[in-house]
């Protein structure tokens, strides 16, 4: 098993912003799979979902994982919050190190991504109610592949970098 810190959650739950701050303090570089993923299909990912569709972004998430587990050790990763959903893929992250949940509310992930335009999931009628829908029926795959929960709808980053921090020694 490799020694990342892999960052799993919904859409919003702050998995960029978090693995950024972790980095500057655990002093290891970030791997963002939807960057990754962009950067070799030369591609955002709302083209590549209206484009390609959402089956052949899946393959490319395992794709990277794959990728990740030969070349990537000490490293921060956060993945699409769509990646956990694929069985295959639990093993793989976590072979590639220990798997942290960003746990949050519907409410929060909503306040959060109301004006967001890069979320082709969420680019619906009722995004408050798609929210809702996915979160329950993701939230449990989430634990279910986590080693550790971290709270984050009402804490700070810095509570949340200490939580994951004190974790990851
Ligand atoms: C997705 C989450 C996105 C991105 C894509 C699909 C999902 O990543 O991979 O839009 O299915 O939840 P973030 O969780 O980083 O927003």
Request: hydrophobic share 40%; net charge neutral; charged share 30%.
């Amino acid at each position: 098993m490799k020694n990342n810190v892999i960052l799993i959650g919904f859409m919003g739950s702050g998995k960029t912003s978090v693995g950024i701050r972790l980095s500057y303090h655990l002093k290891r570089t970030m791997i963002d799979t939807d960057k990754w993923i962009e950067q070799r299909q030369k591609m955002s990912i709302s083209d590549l979902f209206a484009e390609k569709g959402e089956a052949a972004f899946r393959e490319m998430e395992t794709d990277c994982l794959k990728e990740l587990i030969r070349t990537a050790d000490h490293q921060i990763i956060s993945v699409g919050g769509g990646l956990p959903m694929r069985k295959e893929n639990h093993a793989l992250l976590k072979e590639l190190g220990k798997v942290f949940y960003l746990k949050i509310t519907p409410e929060a992930v909503y306040e959060r991504l109301k004006s967001d335009t890069t979320r082709p999931l969420l680019q619906v009628e009722n995004p408050k109610e798609k929210i809702r829908a996915l979160l329950e029926e993701r939230a449990p795959v989430y634990e279910a592949c986590a080693d550790v929960a971290v709270e984050v709808s009402d804490k700070t980053f810095e509570q949340i970098i200490k939580e994951i921090c004190a974790e990851s020694r």
